[in-house]
T-cell receptor, first 110, second 115 residues
Framework: GQNIDQPTEMTATEGAIVQINCTYQTSGFNGLFWYQQHAGEAPTFLSYNVLDGLEEKGRFSSFLSRSKGYSYLLLKELQMKDSASYLC???????????FGGGTRLMVKP | DAGVIQSPRHEVTEMGQEVTLRCKPISGHNSLFWYRQTMMRGLELLIYFNNNVPIDDSGMPEDRFSAKMPNASFSTLKIQPSEPRDSAVYFCASNLSGGGTDTQYFGPGTRLTVL
């Protein structure tokens, strides 16, 4: 099975940097995904890590340490529109099923 | 390109009624997923199809829930009879599996309210 932990809520200031952590204990691992979900909308894909290290994509970066069962999503130059829930999801060994964490609700304040 | 299409977007029904949710995956994708999202339990996988065949239905809560995928462009999730605890947002997602990122793309969801 999979167990995925994320903080429930975080607050940050516009223009700042925020790091959202995700830890997982899994019976198998074949990649970690981050999704963004605005209130009342569908999750949308942000990033993917399967090897250790940092993946950068504009203002967003994601890091993975497989030995520690740990990932983080780094959001730079925060904007008000970044207020959303951020979901961490682990893909199993079979390769196509995702298990989602409970999500971290990020509130960006002026 | 059209994304994943779901209908209806909102459904309000009374306890005991049958509910059918519909999904059209992205053209060319070979896998389809049904999820349920609630505040209490988050986003949970209900069932997963690959090439129209159900691969894993271990997340289907009970016999009241059933899902079909008669062809590559259409799937249904049926609840019969519905109960108030089934109230949730139901998402359908699809991907092209077979290596690489295999990113799942989500539809807009169906918000189900069972009174």
């Amino acid at each position: 099975g999979q167990n995925i932990d994320q903080p429930t809520e975080m607050t940050a200031t516009e223009g700042a940097i925020v790091q959202i952590n995700c830890t997982y204990q899994t019976s198998g691992f074949n990649g970690l995904f981050w999704y963004q979900q605005h209130a009342g909308e569908a999750p949308t894909f942000l990033s993917y890590n399967v090897l250790d290290g940092l993946e950068e994509k504009g203002r967003f970066s994601s890091f993975l340490s497989r030995s520690k069962g740990y990932s983080y999503l780094l959001l730079k130059e925060l904007q008000m529109k970044d207020s959303a829930s951020y979901l961490c999801a682990v893909r199993d060994n079979a390769g196509n099923m995702l298990t989602f964490g409970g999500g971290t609700r990020l509130m960006v304040k002026p | 390109d059209a994304g994943v299409i779901q209908s209806p977007r909102h459904e309000v029904t009374e306890m005991g009624q049958e509910v059918t949710l519909r999904c059209k995956p992205i053209s060319g994708h070979n896998s389809l997923f049904w999820y349920r999202q609630t505040m209490m339990r988050g986003l949970e996988l209900l069932i997963y199809f690959n090439n129209n065949v159900p691969i894993d239905d271990s997340g289907m809560p009970e016999d009241r829930f059933s899902a079909k995928m008669p062809n590559a462009s259409f799937s249904t999730l049926k609840i019969q009879p519905s109960e108030p605890r089934d109230s949730a947002v139901y998402f359908c997602a699809s991907n092209l599996s077979g290596g690489g990122t295999d990113t799942q793309y989500f539809g807009p969801g169906t918000r189900l309210t069972v009174l």
